[in-house]
C-alpha cells in the first residue's frame, strides 16, 4: 500500500527532471551567466514595446534573456523593466544625457536632483538590472551623444555612479560602452572611469556595408575591442551590432550572422551579446528579418546550451 502512495511522488520527482530548466538564468552578482553567455536584442516596432517584445519571442521560439531599450536622461516611465523583470528576464536601459545635459554640468550638481530620483526609481524595482549610461560617448563633437571631452566624462560617469550608490541602488549594473571602430585609435579608451565605477565594459559594432564601401565581420569590428577590455578583468559585452543586406548576393547577411556566433562563442570574455532589431536613425535596415535565411540564422544564433535565452 505504501508504494502505491509513493507512486504519484516519484512520477513528479522524474516529470521534474525531464522537464526544460526554467526560465532563470543563473548569474553572478554582477549578471555575468555562469556559463557562455547571455542573449538579448532591442526590438523596435510601432505600437507596445512590451508587446513587440513578446511577439518578436514568439517567433524565435524562445525569449531573451536581456531586453534592451532606449531612455532619454529623464526617464519617466519603467514598463518594459517592469515587465522583463516579472518575466525573470534582464532590463538594460541605455540611459542618455546627450542632448539635454553635459559632462561639466553633471559635475557640477545640477543634474544631481534628476539623478538621485532616478537611481531611487532603479532601486524601487529591487532586481538585477543593466544601465548603459552615455553610451557611445566617444561620438565626436557635435553628435547628439556627445557630452565632453574625455576627462570631464570620466568625472561625470564617476559622480553619477557616486550618487547610485549614495542612494543605494545597489541593483544596477554599470555598463561602459564605447564605438567598437575607435578602440582601433585609442579614442574610445580615453573615456573609461576606470574599473571601480564600471561592471562590465561593451562595444557596439555593425557591419556598416553597403552604406559604407567594406564588408567587415566580428573579427574586423571587435578585435582591438576585444584585446584591449579583457586586460581589465570585467565581463564583455557587445552591446549594439548587426548586419544589412548584401544587395549584390542573396544569403550573405545570414553567413555573416553564423560567422558572428563562432566568433563570440571562440572569444570567452564575451558574456553578453545584444542585437540591434530596428532600422537606424538613417535608415540603415539591421532587423533580422530582412530575409528568411537572415532570421534562421539568428534564431539559430540563440539556440544551444553555450547561449543563455529563456525557455518558452
Known amino acids: ?8 511522488l516519484l512520477v513528479a520527482v522524474v516529470l521534474a527532471a525531464a522537464a526544460p530548466a526554467s526560465g532563470h538564468v543563473r548569474t553572478s552578482r554582477n549578471l555575468v551567466p555562469r556559463h557562455g553567455a547571455l542573449f538579448g536584442a532591442f526590438v523596435n516596432r510601432s505600437g507596445d514595446a512590451w508587446a513587440n517584445v513578446a511577439e518578436f519571442q514568439r517567433t524565435l521560439g524562445y525569449r531573451l534573456t536581456i531586453v534592451h531599450h532606449y531612455r532619454p536622461w529623464s526617464i519617466t516611465s519603467y514598463r518594459i523593466d517592469k515587465s522583463a523583470l516579472a ?3 534582464i532590463p538594460m536601459i541605455s540611459w542618455s544625457p546627450g542632448g539635454t545635459t553635459t559632462a561639466s554640468a553633471i559635475v557640477s550638481g545640477s543634474q544631481d536632483r534628476l539623478i538621485t530620483r532616478t537611481a531611487r526609481d532603479m532601486k524601487a524595482l529591487h ?14 563633437p557635435g553628435h547628439p551623444r556627445y557630452i565632453g571631452k574625455p576627462k570631464q566624462f570620466v568625472r561625470a560617469w564617476r559622480h553619477v555612479v557616486r550618487i547610485f550608490h549614495r542612494v ?7 555598463v561602459w560602452c564605447g564605438i567598437a571602430a575607435n578602440f582601433k585609435t585609442g579614442h574610445a579608451q580615453a573615456y573609461f572611469p576606470g574599473n571601480r ?3 562590465w565594459i561593451a562595444a557596439d559594432g555593425y557591419n556598416w556595408y553597403p552604406a559604407k564601401h567594406k564588408w567587415a565581420g566580428y573579427r574586423s569590428i571587435f578585435s582591438s575591442f576585444y584585446h584591449w577590455a579583457k586586460r581589465h578583468g570585467k565581463p564583455l559585452m557587445i552591446a549594439e551590432t548587426g548586419s544589412m543586406e548584401d544587395p549584390h548576393a542573396a544569403g550573405r547577411k545570414a553567413h555573416w550572422l553564423k560567422r558572428a556566433r563562432r566568433w563570440v562563442h571562440a572569444h570567452g570574455h564575451i ?3 545584444v542585437y540591434f532589431d530596428s532600422i537606424s536613425p538613417k535608415g540603415y535596415d539591421f532587423r533580422v528579418q530582412t530575409s528568411g535565411s537572415a532570421f534562421k540564422a539568428f534564431r539559430r544564433w540563440g539556440r544551444g546550451t553555450y547561449w543563455n535565452r529563456m525557455h518558452r
Open 168 to 174: 543605494g541602488a545597489k541593483n544596477a549594473r554599470f
Open 127 to 140: 532586481k538585477k538590472l543593466f544601465v548603459r549610461l552615455a553610451y557611445e560617448m566617444d561620438q565626436p
Open 1 to 8: 500500500m505504501r508504494r502505491w502512495l509513493l507512486l504519484p
Open 87 to 89: 518575466h525573470r528576464q
Open 271 to 273: 558574456k553578453a551579446v
Open 197 to 199: 565605477y564600471v561592471n
